[in-house]
Nanobody
Framework: QVQLVESGGDLVQPGGSLRLACAAS????????MGWYRQAPGNQRESVAT???????NYTDSVKGRFTISRDNAKNTVYLQMNSLKPEDTAVYYC??????????????WGQGTQVTVSS
């Protein structure tokens, strides 16, 4: 069984910064990719950023130049550095990972979510 635990959500003023972290634990053979999603009230969950095993990344257009995703393979942890935050970034942020647990098995767990609120 694999678990993802997020941390770092908070209330921040527009223009401020936050750093989210997501740690994976459990029966992990290899982590293929890790990413962040977000869901604002009344909206569908959307992909924000993903980092792959070769360290390549992709971002949704609205966060390019402001958010940076990175991973620490030794700690099975992914980070999301969020700068120049805007009120429209307000959402529950979820971690998701593509994890190989055995030679034949791949799981894609979700974290419990962490609230990010951008408001003055």
């Amino acid at each position: 069984q694999v678990q993802l635990v997020e941390s770092g959500g908070d209330l921040v003023q527009p223009g401020g910064s936050l750093r989210l972290a997501c740690a994976a634990s459990g029966s992990i053979r290899r982590i293929r990719s890790m990413g962040w999603y977000r869901q604002a009230p009344g909206n569908q969950r959307e992909s924000v950023a993903t980092v792959f095993s070769d360290d390549s990344t992709n971002y949704t257009d609205s966060v390019k130049g402001r958010f940076t995703i990175s991973r620490d393979n030794a700690k099975n942890t992914v980070y999301l550095q969020m700068n120049s935050l805007k009120p429209e970034d307000t959402a529950v942020y979820y971690c998701n990972a593509d994890i190989q647990t055995t030679y034949y098995s791949i799981v894609r767990p979700w974290g419990q979510g962490t609230q990010v609120t951008v408001s003055s």
